[in-house]
């Protein structure tokens, strides 16, 4: 069983990212917003965290700049289509090409730099009991706060007010203007929300998970968090869940080799990606769960008719 | 107060006026963004733009470059017009260069003149085949194609890093990565002496004007067109959505599997673990810069492929990295998008009560 621990370690931090990103994207998508920049936004966090972090010593002060590239990522979308009504397939498309080019750009200078990963929780005692010491008191910071996000999350639509009037607006855009909810501010908020948490994955990548810059090294996970989201159909408690399996999934193949597993290393490689595909084509093949689940406004413009 | 009030029509002039206007901006932003990283920003933008193509072999390789981008553009803007979209291109095109390559390097040692044709057709059934696969889930279990087309490009390029790795790596090579060189019945011929200009380039035309054709011309075309303005309309009068889905992205798969083969059998004579600078996303900017119609995508490519050759320059003469390319490629789209919402409003400054007074 001793590799038990590891192994569960790594599905942690393999999961991570793709918590916080589904979760700000689900929150993103409850208003009736479509936004498939997620990788976008996820690189930009990295490279900002990462840079941030590597030149100021501060990783409290990259995790911060983390979320606020992807705030201000998300920003530039919400304007394109929320103010400006453009497609928001075609506006998504459009900001994870930004990003890719933009983070590269800053990365340039990034590559090849070394820095202390995020510590992790140390409580004396605690932390070193055999098996659950490590995996449920030895984490770092962004790993607690990611199940915070996603049981916060969850609360903020089953309990709120304030859930509840996002849950308006992504069913019925009209309606909610009409009881004077303002549908552009509030959409406005839920896409920042979706941008600072995407940006805070890319963040746990640079600064935790592989604490260096890489080009492109999300590796499509903006897009697999995306396929979350309509895994969980749109509920939190299935997102954290799903989240966990593709983690696990995901670390598969570093651990085959050791088992003893000679498959290619590629098609290792393809599972994640391939496990997204099976996972969208068995939740969306049940239309009836999809249409009573789905916002019924996403993707949707909405323009008030005074 | 700035705000948009509806046109009652799509105003024809800012359709072309727009993607002027969005280039326009984007060198502007360019110009910053060159200053920012301490370069000359006429200089840089010079370089970027111009350079490239002041002699008449950077000419002829903004065609090479331009031609896949047409080609696969030229698909991909049917697929839009009918709310398809199919964003997984790259991967089709992966797909097309191993079918057709694969072709090539089964008959290593042919002499024969139907090896070229014969990797055509498998380069576009393996295109056509990758794409079937994301419009089989979309028809059959609703899965968005968006996300299953992506992820097979991920799946796409680790096959094709697998087989070069592996069974396909050269024999007589030294280890590395890649294929046997393809056999010259499996090159694409050179159109223009002394410079890369192949056959692919030719076909990129033909595509343009088939294209056209079938959208002027054909009663699928006629669906494409009015499903993409009346979306409503189209499923009252009866347009098979699902035959639309099928059509669109079996073309686009098709169409990009080619421009993958080209590639392969074309500039870079081999199978490799990387045979494209991303030609299959730029190609989604190209579709819309070139306002979803096959006569603009030609241009489209034209602009985008000199983005790659600017790039290129950049790098060489600038030191810049290479991903100045993929942000000047995503601000385009940026502006673009932005200007476009001039076809269906018009801005109007003042406050709301103000123009209650009019009223």
New interface residues.
């Given amino acids: 069983m001793e590799w038990l621990v590891p192994f569960t370690l790594t599905v942690i931090t393999a999961s991570t990212p793709l918590l916080l990103a589904a979760s700000g994207e689900l929150i993103t998508e409850k208003s009736g917003v479509l936004n ?1 920049g997620v990788e ?1 936004m996820m690189l930009v966090g990295a490279i900002a965290g990462f840079a941030v972090t590597a030149s100021s010593g501060s990783a409290i002060l990259g995790i911060a700049a983390a979320v606020i590239a992807g705030v201000l990522m998300s920003l ?1 979308f919400a304007f ?1 289509t929320l103010t ?4 928001q ?3 998504g ?3 994870t ?9 800053v ?2 200078k990034f590559v090849g730099f070394a820095i202390e990963p995020l510590p992790g929780l140390s409580i004396p005692g605690i932390s070193a009991i055999p098996i659950i010491g490590p995996i449920l008191f030895g984490q770092d910071f962004l790993v607690y706060l990611s199940i915070a996000v996603v049981i916060g999350v969850g609360w903020f639509l089953a309990k709120s007010r304030a859930g509840l009037v996002l849950k308006a607006v992504g069913d019925s855009h009209h309606s909610a203007h009409a009881i004077g909810y303002s549908v552009i501010k509030i959409r406005y908020l839920a896409t920042m929300f979706g941008g600072a948490m995407a940006g805070l994955g890319g963040a746990y990548l640079s600064l935790s998970y592989t604490p260096m810059w890489a ?1 492109n090294m999300t ?2 996970r903006g ?1 697999i968090a ?2 979350l989201v ?1 895994f969980a159909t749109w509920r939190p408690g299935r997102l954290l869940a799903g989240a966990y399996m593709f983690g696990l999934i995901s670390v598969m193949q570093l651990h085959a080799q050791g088992a003893g597993i000679h498959v ?1 290393s ?2 290792m ?2 599972l994640p ?2 496990a ?2 099976i996972v ?2 068995i939740i ?2 049940d ?1 009836a769960k ?1 249409r009573l689940n789905a916002p019924a406004c996403i993707g949707q413009a909405f ?1 008030p008719a ?1 | 107060m700035v705000r948009l009030e509806p046109r009652r029509q799509h105003s024809q002039a800012m359709v072309y006026l727009s993607p002027v206007l969005a280039i326009f901006m984007t060198l502007v932003v360019g110009g910053i963004i060159f200053a920012f990283l301490g370069k000359n920003p006429f200089d840089a933008l010079y370089t970027f733009f111009i350079l490239p193509i002041n002699n008449s072999y950077g000419i002829s390789e903004l065609f090479v470059k331009a031609t896949p981008l047409v080609i696969i553009a030229v698909g991909l803007a049917m697929g839009f017009r009918a709310n398809v979209w199919n964003i997984g291109a790259e991967g089709q095109l992966t797909m097309g260069a191993i079918f057709g390559g694969g072709l090539a390097l089964y008959f290593h040692d042919s002499e024969s003149l139907l090896l070229l044709p014969a990797m055509f057709v498998l380069g576009a059934i393996g295109g056509a085949f990758w794409a079937s696969i994301p419009a089989l889930l979309r028809t059959k279990f609703n899965a968005n194609e968006i996300l299953t087309s992506l992820m097979l490009t991920y799946v796409a390029t680790l096959f094709l890093s697998f087989l070069v790795h592996g069974p396909w790596r050269n024999p007589e090579g030294f280890n590395f990565p890649e294929s046997r060189p393809f056999p010259d019945a499996g090159l694409l011929p050179i159109i223009y002496d002394g410079t890369r200009v192949h056959l692919g380039t030719a076909v990129a035309v033909f595509v343009v004007i088939a294209g056209w054709l079938l959208l002027s011309k054909s009663v699928i075309g006629f669906q494409l067109r009015v499903v993409g303005k009346a979306p409503q309309a189209a499923r009252h009068v009866g347009f098979r959505q699902k035959r639309m889905v099928w059509f669109t992205l079996l073309l686009g798969g098709a169409l990009a599997g080619l421009a993958g083969l080209f590639e392969v059998s074309g500039p870079i004579g081999q199978l490799q673990p990387s045979i494209s600078p991303g030609y299959g996303f730029t190609a989604i900017i190209v579709a819309f810069l070139g306002r979803l119609h096959p006569v603009g995508i030609l241009f489209g490519g034209l602009i985008m492929a000199l983005t790659y050759l600017g790039g290129e320059l950049a790098q060489i003469t600038l030191g810049l990295p290479n991903a100045v390319t993929g942000l000047f490629q995503g601000i385009l789209l940026f502006f673009l998008l932005a200007c476009d919402v001039l076809t269906k409003y018009r801005i109007r400054f003042g406050s709301i009560a103000a123009k209650g007074r009019t009223a």
């Fill in positions: 498939l976008g530039i394109l400006l009504m453009a497609n397939v075609a506006t498309l459009a900001l090409i930004f990003g890719i080019g933009f983070s590269a750009l990365g340039s080009e590796a499509g897009w995306l396929a309509v290619p590629q098609f490689s393809m990606y391939l997204t595909i969208l084509v969306s093949s239309r999809i323009r005074h």
